[in-house]
């Protein structure tokens, strides 16, 4: 989707950063108080990050529990909405909002300024009461500095950059990353022809199915929301259990802390399975011990074991990517993510929210579209508290 190009100048009611779900959310919301907002993206595209994930990639979160503000993910989508569908429904959410999208637009800096915010861009500054930063949950590729890395004749690569089994048919595969996108991946190479896929993790995941009875596991993640955390780790260590039997001969024991500890602690959510364990006990996935560092055509295991291997695909994470653009502020943990979200703001920073955040057992769309509706109050309250905006009827 090209972008709508706004004549009026460099200076709005609202600046969104990030036209990813979150970001288009947030400016839906923030249009429907009558504001003028516009969003900018790096990339040339609405959901630009998504368009980097695996082909065979679908939300793990059903689609009537996916849908941002607004506007529903169309039925014909399916029940688990594939990554082209739902990069289709971003483009469809856009235009249906008529939201101002300036695209190749990269947000650089921001400082406040006579009491407003000023977005030092790529191209110039912006400036606006409300800032909403929404660059997304995965922005930057994390991939460890392993020993060795320079001498690996083999290909390494993040997960960010595969696509499919294509080119990697006949070749020794190893997968690093206990995740969704380390355990799909692995699937996804188990089934495209490659010689051997391995998966090598540190720490033990939580596993849970996809469904139950039929029923989205997403619903009983909401459910929980409200249960004691000690209750929701021990109904989940259960689940597990009941679904998937004893792993610790797949080299998979049971996990250190049940799904709440880990999801709220950790921000560590569960592995959801589709397919993943049974090709495990069939032998077409091996488990093996965390990736200690590279040799010339070996990776080294904990525990000195040695693999021969062609590829290496590091499906190891992402960082938040918020230090050049808001670390200056005091808006951000130690460990680089928003400690305010939603419509909350952080003490000196008002009209700063972060939205897409937070990856509960609800879902991260679901949780992004609550915040997205929080940030549309929270700019309401503001602008029926500014004469300057008494004027302009909402929308």
């Known amino acids: 989707m090209r972008a709508k190009v706004n004549n009026s100048g460099a200076s709005h009611d609202a600046v969104v950063i990030g036209a990813g779900p979150s970001g288009l959310a947030s400016a839906a ?73 300036r695209f190749g637009v990269t947000a650089e800096r921001l400082e406040r300024e006579d009491g407003r915010w000023k977005i030092a861009t790529s191209a110039g ?50 997968v690093v990353g206990a995740g969704n996108s380390g355990a799909e991946i692995a699937l996804d190479l188990s089934r495209g022809g490659v010689r051997e896929v391995w998966l090598a993790i540190r720490t033990p995941p939580n596993i849970q199915r996809r469904d139950l009875a039929g029923f989205p596991l997403q619903l009983v993640g909401i459910a929980t929301l409200r249960l004691p955390p000690a209750t929701v780790d021990a109904l989940s260590l259960r689940l597990q259990k009941l679904g998937f039997g004893n792993l610790e001969k797949y080299g998979l024991p049971p996990p250190p802390r049940g799904v709440y500890s880990r999801a709220m602690g950790e921000e560590r959510i569960p592995l959801i399975d589709i397919g993943t364990i049974e090709a495990i006990k069939r032998g077409e996935i091996k488990v093996v011990p965390a990736l200690e560092r590279l040799e010339e055509t070996e990776v080294v295991l904990a525990g000195e074991r040695r693999l021969e291997v062609d590829a290496v695909v590091a499906a190891t994470g992402f ?51 609550i915040e997205a509706r929080e940030v549309g109050r929270a700019v309401a309250k503001s602008r029926s508290a500014d004469p300057r905006s008494a004027a302009i009827p909402a929308r």
Not at 36 to 44: A, M, S, T
Not at 140 to 155: A, I, L, Y
Not at 322 to 348: F, Q, W, Y
Not at 349 to 369: E, I, K, M, Q
Request: charged share 25%; with cysteine.
């Open 125 to 174: 500054a912006f400036a606006a009461d409300t800032v909403v930063i929404a660059s997304g949950y995965n922005h930057t590729p994390d991939v460890p500095d392993w020993p060795g890395r320079e001498k690996f004749r083999g290909s390494l690569l993040h997960s960010s950059e595969y696509r499919d089994p294509k080119g990697y048919e006949g070749k020794r595969v190893l």
């Open 319 to 369: 960082r938040r990517g918020l230090e050049g653009l808001v670390g200056h502020l005091g808006v951000l943990s130690a460990k680089g993510v928003p400690m305010e979200r939603g419509g909350r703001t952080c003490p000196g920073a008002p009209g700063l929210h972060f939205v897409g955040y937070t990856n509960d057992l609800g879902g991260l769309l679901r949780r992004s579209a």
């Open 29 to 101: 919301e923030i249009m429907r108080q009558g504001a003028d907002c516009v969003v900018l993206e790096r990339g040339d595209v609405v959901g630009n990050s998504w368009t980097r994930h695996y082909a065979r990639l679908r939300l793990h979160t059903a689609r009537s529990l996916s849908g941002l503000p607004g506007y529903r993910i169309p039925r014909q989508y399916g029940k688990w909405v594939a990554r082209n569908d739902l990069i289709r429904y971003l483009e469809e959410y856009s235009r249906h909002h008529s939201l101002n999208i």
